[in-house]
């Protein structure tokens, strides 16, 4: 399965879940549908981040990058040149009111998830290959309570983070329908 796939199925079982939900009666915001069905669509593309070449090793990261550093451009341009002309009290200056902008946080925002997304990525793949631990239901039920945590931390229904779990084992119930199956599901219980 590709990347697109598995953000389709992730995000698609949530997003209409939570609209039914909705129309019998209960109370879930059109933004909460929406939040939820990204959080279970990027949940659903992590256990990729195996494979080198994967949505969430490359794709995804790739994409932030670019746009994380787009809006940093202009801001680190007011600070540079400052710094060629040696008025380094200038550079400091428009550096610390940047640090400030909306502007300046969201491409921060962007690029450094990117950066760690790419270093993960080269890490487990060289560590575990393909379809190895993070393709097993302990890694994923490691991988939902640390969402959880991160939810909690960042005073963000906890919700969320069992619904990046709920993309996670998406992704290995459609991963397990292909030819070559999940060899580590079971890890650490059976090995391969």
């Known amino acids: 399965m590709n990347g697109g796939q598995h953000f389709i199925i992730g995000a698609v079982s ?3 879940g939570l609209w039914a939900a909705r129309s019998l009666g209960l109370e879930v915001g059109s933004g909460t549908i929406l939040v939820s069905a990204a959080v279970a669509g990027i949940g659903s593309l992590a256990p990729d981040i195996d494979h080198p070449r994967s949505t969430i090793s490359r794709g995804l990261p790739a994409e932030l990058l670019w746009r994380g550093l787009a809006l940093l451009a202009l801001p680190l341009l007011l600070v540079v040149l400052p710094l060629l002309s040696g008025d380094f009290q200038r550079a400091l200056a428009t550096l610390q009111s940047l640090s400030q902008t909306a502007w300046m946080r969201w491409g921060l925002a962007l690029t450094i998830p990117a950066i760690g997304l790419l270093t993960v990525s080269t890490l487990v793949s060289a560590l575990f290959g393909h379809r190895g631990v993070t393709h097993s239901l302990v890694f994923g039920l490691a991988a939902t ?5 991160v939810c ?3 005073d963000a229904a906890w919700g969320y983070g069992l619904l990046f779990g709920w993309g996670w084992l998406l992704h290995l119930l459609a991963d397990a329908t292909t030819g070559m199956g999940l060899p580590a599901l079971w890890w650490p ?4």
């Open 152 to 154: 909690l931390y960042l």
């Open 145 to 149: 309570l640390i969402a959880m945590g």
């Open 189 to 192: 219980l059976a090995e391969e």
């Open 14 to 16: 949530v997003g209409v």
